[in-house]
DNA sequence: CGTAGCTTTGATGTAGGTCAAGAAATGTGG
DNA sequence: CCACATTTCTTGACCTACATCAAAGCTACG
């Protein structure tokens, strides 16, 4: 509704009436549920839609011929998820649940119809888009640059800054529902590796992933360390009055 | 103008009418050239513009603190770029020409002025941005899982199809302005690493790159080398009629 | 025609992969 | 609330793809 992760998102960038957020929350009608275990859509598929989480998280990835997959996006809830799959003839990625997931299905008329009636809409969907883009680039930048060590620690502090963006999590960290395979598979490392990084961000005293709980020990550290500069989320307060 | 390289990609996906058309010439007004070794705007900067270009080619990248760089895309006449950066309080990354390029400035409000009239032309743009992102998307893949063999010979494949959607390069190869830097800097090897893989494309009969040309000896070879597969590019034909 | 930037190659080093196996946690049915 | 199965985590030993360092041969163009 009024106050739904995704509004929420979107009016740190614009500030938005209350007639923008009605026509939000109309595109938040069609509630789905998703279970673990079972693709919300997959690749090759050609009528996909897109959805709104709302609560819980999912993953898009890629798999390859060999067997081995590249998860390509986390998305968290207030995230939109599977732009592409609607605007392509057929979906490129697949989208799986991590957890039990709740979202709104967007399909294309729905959201030419928002942007019609309402260009401040449009801009902030536009930016939000971009946004999403934005982290796309700095994964890249990890996995081409990056250490592993950098990588997980640089990965753990942007979904802190996204989730807190959504009022999920605080100061000292968050729920994580991730395995280390899954870590793994968007970092592009081995589950073992991960696991060996974990212990050493663990041992020199930044942060601890462990029982589903991120917690942070020394966060200015940790930025130093991974050097991480949060520009790239643009969560500076409404551009747009 | 009606067939510049844009208005070319942008009616591989929708059909576009004589008066889409000329807003899109519209956005080609303000014609502006750039030469190498200067960047077209920087990360950080909070006035940037984009830009579509027209001829020559130029890369975005991201400069780390330890002094290495991760190219975050490689763009080719018809490409947008910039998107982001407008959209963004500051831009997030760097935008540099790798030939002498020439393209026409877009602000902010040429895109919304654009948008507003003409609908079908919005879905265009969105297509585009959203094949830019599938694109990436491609390229985070490559860092992730794929050898630096399969990864270089990917990359000189999309081109391939990219370029050949406006119009460049031939069955045969293409002319790629490239150095082994920044194939580097792109595909997150060392120059040394990249000429070791180049040679070994070019001893397995799959494909030469030398003296700023690249050219195909065995493209299904290479495409089955590579796992190549173009549908993230969504070339099929216009979608739209 | 000189010099600066590319390309090529060899020798050596290392981050992170793979394989293997045991310990914790988590889930499921009774 | 327990027994058992399954997934996840953890650690050690070993290996390989790619990095780094170094140096020589090209190319281009001012």
Redesign the interface.
Known sequence: MLDSPFARKLKAFVTLSDSDLNVVSTLDKRKRHFAPGRDMFHAGQTDASAFILATGWACGY?L???G???I?AIKVPGDFLG??SI????S??NVEPITPVEASEVRINDL?GA??GT?RL??AF??A??R???I??E???G????SAAQRVGHFLLELAARLKLVGLGDKTGYDCPMSQYLLADT??LSAVHVNRVLRELREAGYATFQLGRVTFQDLPGLFAFC?FNA??L?H?GP?LK
Chains 1, 2 share one sequence.
């Open positions: 890629i390859l011929t060999d081995t997959r590249q390509t732009l592409r605007l392509f003839r057929t490129d990625h030419f942007f019609a260009p449009a801009i536009l930016w888009a971009s999403d883009e934005a796309l680039v994964h890249l930048v996995l081409g640059r990056r970092l592009g050097d520009n790239y643009d500076d551009l």
